[in-house]
């Protein structure tokens, strides 16, 4: 395997991971703040995508048709925590766990009967297009290390909003001791609705991104949610730095595992076989990961004891 | 709670009922929507054991649905086509015997949740809740990704398997071995919550620290319940894959898991019938909404949140009345 492959994969390992932390990330601070365990995080990603589709169709924007996944998602965040998910906050995770069940449901047969079974398509607008040279002779496409780029702001803006604003004091009172700062007068449960939103809203972003990419159809939210959660897994439930850590590992896993493994069996196995081997192991990959950490460390690598 | 056993024996001689009702008007297609019933049931008294029993709520059970699934596929395919499972260390030959198949879906379903249970069982609440739905996608992909036994399209088996005595391939006699099989689970349920085993288990589920203080290891409790529930949803996994004569990674997919779920919830959690109604519900919902609209799921989606969100303790609970919980 040459060097110049390995490097390309590296960076889709890592395109990858800072998508998923972009999910993981709304995820984690729904649990540390709220305690919840939210199912239908991955179809506010469909709705991000889905909201980013329409408007670029409609309006050849990329920047607007980004600015609608973001509004999009946040509203239907908000939406849903006004009429079903603050119900839930004293109830078991069992319940929460249907509930969520149940808004996936609700969600996924509500786009498809809006727009149908039919995938729709986001373009990659044209200064994001084509590929860049980097330092090395790389060639690689401008518009994955603007998903870089923009994840990387992201985690940038999150932590600084955590570290140094009021409404991350807020917050991080809020996972301490929430009896004990609505007592202080903080409004909790505007402060409640306020993360939730905030977390839609990334994962908006995230389906807009990955929309580009892939094709946006009903049920996309799904296998991304399961990644986010083996991802804060990993990382630790409630830990921002746990997501950005587990995020860029189970990317990089993932990627470099179905590219390495099947070239790895291939020495000493017949080429068929090697492939099919290689590609089912490559496919249990990161749950090996996960099992793996869980057996060292039963809370994640960052999570509390 | 005096009402409860009333409406436990209503509702197994009611669906006893309808099949024979079925099979006077001669309409087998509702003979098949029983034995649907009988058989997620029967997958939904396997969760129950772990999540109502035990409090483990588990989100991967379609782990097990789908091992038992592929055992009956795995075999059947190899009885079908005439050619051994393996050759070596020693012969195994495919075969198209209902028992035989149970056996080996029942062996390895419960292997693997010894397995999964062990590593998962570490943890507890919301980590135990991602950690069987990461488990479950686990099996998922790779049953997609592995060619051998159809990989994404699955397998399919001509003939339904043979149950010696019986003719497995008249509706109504499959339903037979299917209802049989029901309701000793069902007894097996009953026996087990009222025995040392299940009164020490309940006890782990309210207060772990507790049942460690008066010398019961808890997690040895909930590997062994766990381990047990697997047995069951896989055996109905392998009466699932013999209905519809089809296995697909579709059975292991965490949609799967959820409507097992959904079935223990929406008919009650921990009751003895809860699994039996809820899947009931579920079959009776997905049959008439699914003639009203395309779009059922939305319906299916709305039903279950007003029951998560205003009638806990499910269908038995809101006609039973509340048991009188301890926690």
């Known amino acids: 395997m040459s060097l110049i492959l390995f490097i390309e994969q590296m960076l ?35 709705i991000g995508a889905f909201a980013a589709a329409w408007v670029a169709g409609m309006s050849g924007s990329f920047v607007l048709a980004l600015i609608a996944s973001l509004a999009a998602a946040a509203a239907a965040g908000a939406l849903i925590e006004l009429m079903v998910i603050r119900r839930l906050y004293d109830r078991d995770h069992l319940d929460q766990v249907l509930a969520t069940f149940a808004l996936i449901l ?17 373009e990659i607008p044209p200064y994001l297009s084509g590929p860049v040279t980097l330092p090395g002779g790389i060639e690689y496409p401008l518009y994955r290390l603007a998903i870089i780029g923009v994840g990387l702001l992201v985690a940038a803006g999150l932590f600084a909003l955590i570290a140094r604003t009021r409404i991350g004091i807020q917050i991080r009172a809020g996972e301490a001791d929430r009896e004990m700062i609505a007592a202080l007068g903080v409004n909790i449960s505007a402060l409640y609705t306020i993360v939730f939103a905030l977390g839609a809203a990334l994962a908006g972003l995230a389906g807009a991104l990955i929309g580009a990419i892939q094709s946006v159809q009903v049920g996309m939210g799904e296998p991304v949610l399961i990644l986010a959660f083996v991802v804060i897994v990993i990382g630790g439930i409630g830990s921002i730095k746990g997501a950005l850590v587990g995020a860029i590992l189970v990317g990089l896993t993932d990627t470099l595992g179905r590219v390495l493994l099947p070239a790895v069996f291939a020495q000493f196995m017949a080429p068929q076989a090697a492939s099919s081997v290689g590609s089912s192991l490559a496919s249990m990959s990161i749950y090996i990961l996960m099992a793996g950490v869980l057996v060292m460390r039963p809370s994640g690598l960052f999570g509390k004891a | 709670m005096r009402r409860e056993p009333l409406l436990n024996a209503a509702v197994f001689l009611g669906l006893l009922a309808v099949v024979l009702w079925a099979r006077a008007t001669d309409e087998p297609f509702t003979i098949t929507l029983a034995t649907r019933v009988a058989i997620l049931a029967l997958a939904g008294v396997g969760l129950n054991l772990a999540l109502g029993l035990g409090g483990l709520v588990s989100l991967g059970h379609a782990v097990f649905f789908g091992i038992g699934g592929y055992a009956m596929g795995i075999l059947a395919s190899h009885a079908q086509s005439y050619s051994p ?22 062996a390895a379903s419960g292997l693997a949740a010894l397995g999964i249970g062990a590593l998962s069982l570490r943890t507890s609440g919301v980590y135990f809740i991602m950690i069987t739905l990461a488990f479950g996608q686990m099996f998922y992909y790779f049953a997609i990704s592995w060619p051998a036994y159809g990989g994404e399209d699955g397998l399919s088996i001509y003939v339904r398997n043979g149950f010696p005595g019986l003719n497995t391939l008249d509706p109504i006699q499959f339903f037979a071995i299917c209802y049989v099989i029901l ?5 097996l349920f009953s026996r087990l919550s009222r025995s040392a085993f299940g009164l020490a288990l309940g006890a782990a589920r309210q207060n772990g620290e507790r049942v460690m203080a008066v010398g019961i290891a808890p997690y040895r409790l909930r590997l062994v319940a766990f381990a047990l529930s697997g047995v069951i949803t896989g055996l109905a996994g392998a009466l699932f894959a013999d209905l519809n004569r089809f296995v697909s990674p579709t059975m292991f997919s965490w949609q799967t898991s959820g409507e097992i779920m959904v079935f ?3 008919g009650g959690v ?12 579920f079959i009776l919902l997905e049959h008439v909404l699914g003639g009203l609209s395309e779009f059922w799921h939305i319906y299916l989606g709305a039903v279950l949140l007003v029951v998560v969100l205003f009638a806990r303790g499910g269908i038995i609970g809101l006609i039973a009345g509340r048991e009188v919980r301890h926690d």
């Open chain 1, 12 to 46: 889709n390992g890592v395109q990858f991971g800072v998508m998923l932390f972009l999910m993981a990330a709304g995820l984690t601070l729904i649990f540390g703040v709220m305690g919840l365990i939210n199912l239908a995080h991955g179809s506010l990603y469909m």
């Open chain 2, 183 to 187: 309701g000793l689970a069902l007894w």
């Open chain 2, 264 to 266: 223990v919830i929406l």
């Open chain 2, 85 to 106: 499972l393996i050759e070596w260390p020693v012969l195994i030959e495919g075969t198209k015997s209902m028992p035989v198949i149970w056996l080996v879906a029942m």
């Open chain 1, 106 to 122: 609700i969600f996924s047969e509500g786009t498809r009967w809006l727009f149908g079974s039919f995938p729709l398509f986001l």
């Open chain 2, 270 to 281: 921990a009751r003895l019938f809860g699994p039996v109604v809820g899947a009931a519900v």
